[in-house]
């Protein structure tokens, strides 16, 4: 079975940073793309940053610059190094890895998400 499991979370003041760390166990290939999602109170989860399996990034928009994915691979580790850190980024912070089997069909498996909150 795949687990996901998220750790690093806390709370920060703002133009802090923190790193969430994403350790999965349970699979026997490397996953195609790993993301990290969050989910403020009250909003829909967000896709927050994606590092594809080529190594390729992706950032939404409001963290770009600030926010930085990376992947060890073929650990399935992924990590999000959270800098410069807004009380708008507090959310619950979710890892989810995604893609397709080789002999057919896809998955996507979460984690159980971290908490991560920027006050002052």
């Known amino acids: 079975q795949v687990r996901l499991e998220e750790s690093g979370g806390g709370l920060v003041h703002p133009g802090e940073s923190l790193k969430l760390s994403c350790v999965s166990s349970?699979?026997?290939?490397?996953?195609?793309?790993m993301n990290w999602y969050r989910q403020a109170p009250g909003k829909e989860r967000e896709l927050v940053a994606t590092?594809?399996?080529?190594?390729?990034?992706y950032y939404t928009d409001s963290v770009k610059g600030r926010f930085t994915i990376s992947r060890v691979m073929p650990k399935n580790s992924v990590y999000l190094q959270m800098n410069s850190l807004k009380p708008e980024d507090t959310a619950v912070y979710y890892c989810n890895a995604n893609g397709a089997y080789i002999k057919g069909g896809t998955y996507d498996y979460w984690g159980q998400g971290t908490q991560v909150t920027v006050s002052s």
């Open positions: 590092v594809y399996g080529s190594g390729v990034t």
């Open positions: 349970g699979s026997r290939f490397s996953f195609d793309n």
